[in-house]
């Protein structure tokens, strides 16, 4: 017993090893290809993970393909929420607020059509193929697995500062889109859908409209905490490196509660870095702004990187594709529909909820032109690691072990439409962006209207200067321009209206007691 579990520990360093060693490789060579205008990170990530997929099978001799087996747990629990949490630790909050509205259209609503359209085409189209017994509960997770999208690939293309609309849009919609994903598949595995009825389906959408406000709120409280604790006990006076690890452990405890409570973990964290970069970030000192600002964003990174990687080697995993090649015809067959799906469920929100989004806005400067909406379309036909993750969790009930053809088919399929927008639509964002937005156009979304008031009082390039960018610390900061103070406003404009009375908020109740940016260094040298 004591040589077999000292065998398996070697072989477990031995995995380890060679992993975290792919890993450097990874950034060695995505840093080589940083100017590359096919490559960025993930699809470099991707093909060192094929490769070296390639390498162990053909040294195991057809048995194994991967080092370390795919987790969804550890997924889940590990390297999913220090990604989410970044993008809302370093999101523009102005921009991301300015066009909230808009975000959770194209996000939630968005989202819900999609996945309608998937589910309903994939459960027409799969029983004329006749893969395997699936369900409608089957159908519905095809549906959430596939509205899930990946829009790493574009945010690499597109820049904060040359596109800050286009930006703030494919980004806030990827995160509130996963969100919603997750919130559909674990409400569909809570409800009994085989005999659905109309008082069901009210409850299903109850539930789901519960998890989404319920998971916000409970990521603004616990940011909301961190701010308070570390504002009041001065951590800083003692110990930076306290006040550091408080930041990260109270951010990752947002998302474990979430989860503990049955909640969605990625709308929790991601509304928690909100609020800890508006309020906790500015109660710390100058080298901790510096240091949480790299560590989330390290962390991040290395997450991003290991999920791309396994997914290239998972993808030459022999055992799904064991069960799957009895039917190779019908495989290729379900990739192809899944696909199409993909691209109509897609083309079904974007340009319609873009005409409406349009239509309430009066400013022509605010509106999304038809090349952008190509952009925040084609942003949203890559598949990642979210939709593969929830594949696993549907359907391989056992491990791995796909012993169901249409199970195996399922998984196979999915990994091909994830490797297809990964490599190929990748490959093309950077192109058809630059065809589409030439770096010489002036975005259009800069904002000239006197009305434009952010939503939370942030000085993004306070921020960005204090962390060391120098081409930030050059940009002026903001006119504070005379804004009217009466209804009027809140009732002709009403997301400006919004936006300046949460300001007067802001600034007389919420930065009193939980602290934010201040308004002079005399205030922010009395921080502590």
Known sequence: ????????????????????????????????????????????????????????????????????????????????????????????????????????????????ISFCIISFGAK????????????????LAIGAIFSATDSVCTLQVLSQDETPLLYSLVFGEGVVNDATSVVLFNAIQKFDLSHVTSRVALQFMGHFLFLFIASTLMGILVGLLCAYIIKKLYFARHSTDREVALMILMAYLSYIMAELFNLSGI????????????????????????????????????????????????????????????????????????????????????????????????????????????TIWWAGLMRGAVSMALAYTQFASSGHQTQQQGNAVMITSTITVVLFTTMVCGMLTKPLIM?????STTDPSTPTSSYVIPLLANNDTERDAEAGNKDAAAIPPPINLRRPSSLCMLLTRPIYGVHYYWRRFDDSVMRPVFGGRPDSPEEEGNLH
Not at 274 to 296: A, D, E, G, L, P
């Open 1 to 112: 017993m004591e040589l077999v579990t000292t065998a398996t520990n070697q072989w477990c360093v031995d995995s380890i090893t060679l992993f975290i060693a792919l890993l450097c490789a990874c950034m060695v060579i995505g840093h080589l290809l940083e100017e590359n205008r096919w490559i960025n990170e993930s699809i470099t990530a991707v093909l060192v993970g094929l490769c070296t997929g390639m390498v162990i099978l053909l040294t195991t001799k057809g048995k194994n393909s991967h080092l370390l087996e795919f987790n969804e747990e550890v997924f889940f629990i590990y390297l999913l929420p220090p990604i989410i949490f970044n993008a809302g630790f370093q999101v523009k909050k102005k921009q991301f607020f300015r066009n909230f509205l808009t975000i959770m259209l194209f996000g939630a609503i968005g989202s819900v």
């Open 267 to 374: 709308l929790t964290v991601f509304f928690c870095g909100i609020v800890m970069s508006h309020y906790t970030w500015h109660n710390v000192t100058r080298s901790s702004r510096i240091t949480t600002k790299h560590i989330f964003a390290t962390l991040s990174f290395i997450a991003e990187s290991c999920i791309f990687l396994y997914v290239g080697m998972d993808a030459l995993d022999i055992e799904k594709w064991k069960f799957a090649g009895d039917v190779p015809g019908k495989s290729v067959a379900v990739s192809a529909a899944l696909f199409g799906l993909v691209l109509i469920g897609r083309a079904a929100f974007v340009f319609p909820l873009s005409f409406l989004s349009n239509f309430s806005w009066k400013s022509k400067s605010d509106k999304i032109d038809l090349k952008q909406q190509v």
């Open 124 to 139: 027409a189209i799969f029983e004329n193929l006749g893969i395997g017994s699936l369900e409608l509960q089957d159908y």
């Open 435 to 439: 065809f589409l937005l030439p770096p």
